[in-house]
């Protein structure tokens, strides 16, 4: 589960974004707490392993988003 994936920010044409990374942040963290909430309840037929690895991989994600965002508003380029 090595596989790079690229995320445009959205900007308008002065630069500015059009989506909150928090909000996207929170939004992808959230999902991944609510998964594993669910496999600790046993709640569904989700496998363990898969649910760790996904949860993982969307914290990475809002990392990145996050990370990418304070770039653009500090004026920096990735």
């Not at 046993?42 to 392993?49: F, I």
């Amino acid at each position: 589960m090595n596989r790079e994936v690229t995320l445009p920010l959205i900007v308008d044409d002065r630069g500015t974004l059009q989506v909150a990374a928090a909000d996207v942040s929170k939004l992808l963290r959230t999902l991944g707490g609510r998964w594993l909430r669910l496999v600790e309840t046993g709640v569904g037929e989700l496998d363990e392993d898969t649910v760790a690895a996904l949860t993982i991989e969307l914290a990475k994600l809002a990392d990145r988003i996050d990370v990418a965002c304070i770039a653009h508003s500090s004026g920096q380029r990735e």
